[in-house]
């Protein structure tokens, strides 16, 4: 399995690596036979995951980052370059959003959520970039996104309008960079269960349930196979494309929403 996917002696940075999706895709591309730089705001989650990894007998450093700021973020990929060897690649699993309506939103709240779902990827992947082209080395970068920013996104805009930029972002590097070996794709999650959205009350899910077909809500890991199938040799040809990983949320909410309006008809007829 491990020549299928093509990990072995390859170096990847997985910026915010220490906790939740990030965690996940950290450890199965240690499995993996990959050499993984774990960068997270925490160095205590960053360093108990790649403890873990030395433990199995893999390979693995850790990195305190703070991706807001663009001379930490520009440090961590150096190091990362220098220390676990030079990079075939990077994961960003990083993201928060704000919760407001907009007409209760700052401009503050807009930039804050743009430099930590956005700004940051841009920075981080031209770094990477710049790096693997330096070296005439071809490379997969992947960042992770979110349904919000396909849909829309109510009460949380500025995060949903960053994920959106994401998304295109992706397909502009994808465009100049292709034709110099460095693929860029985009995981879009829906929902899933991660440490700072944890399973709710039982009512509370049975209601988020009734949107998703799989009748489930995601895991952690599913992201991480995610993420390590668009960075494996599995998917040479592929760049610019986004893939959501959402137990077919995006294909019932059209459904849904029909059979809201129908039911709207129906109930004004009855009247």
């Given at each position: 399995?491990?020549s ?13 690596g ?16 990959c050499?993984?730089?774990i ?5 205590e989650?960053?360093?108990?995951v ?23 973020l ?21 993201g ?7 007409l ?16 940051y ?7 990477v ?62 929902p ?6 944890p399973?709710?009350d039982?009512?509370?899910e ?41 137990g ?24």
């Amino acid at each position: 399995m491990e020549s299928l996917f093509g990990f072995e002696g390859k170096h990847i940075l997985v910026l915010g690596g220490g906790r939740g999706m990030g965690e996940a895709t950290s450890r199965l591309l240690a499995r993996l036979g990959c050499a993984v730089a774990i960068a997270d705001m925490s160095l205590e989650r960053a360093e108990r995951v790649s403890s873990d990894i030395h433990d199995s007998g893999g390979k693995a450093v850790s990195i305190c980052v703070d991706v807001t700021d663009d001379d930490d973020l520009i440090t961590a990929i150096e190091r990362a370059d220098k220390t676990l060897g030079p990079l075939n690649g990077m994961a960003t699993v990083i993201g928060m959003a704000h919760w407001a309506p907009i007409l209760e939103s700052s401009i503050g709240d807009w930039d804050a959520d743009h430099r930590r779902n956005l700004r940051y990827f841009y920075l981080a992947a031209r770094e990477v970039a710049r790096s693997l082209l330096a070296r005439k080395a071809a490379g997969s970068i992947v960042c992770v996104a979110s349904v919000d920013g396909i849909h829309s996104s109510p009460n949380h805009a500025a995060y949903g309008a960053a994920k959106a930029g994401l998304i295109n972002l992706v397909k502009s590097m994808a465009g100049e960079w292709s034709g110099r070996g460095i693929r860029v794709n985009c995981v879009a999650p829906g929902p899933i269960v991660t440490p700072r959205l944890p399973l709710t009350d039982e009512r509370k899910e049975r209601e988020s349930l009734a949107l998703i077909p799989m009748q489930r809500r995601g895991t952690v890991q599913d992201i991480a196979n995610a993420v390590a199938f668009f960075l494996s040799d599995l998917t040479p040809f592929i760049t610019g494309q986004t893939l959501a990983v959402d137990g077919g949320y995006g294909a019932a909410v059209p459904l849904l929403i029909r059979e809201t309006e129908l039911r709207g008809v129906q109930g004004a007829d009855l009247k």
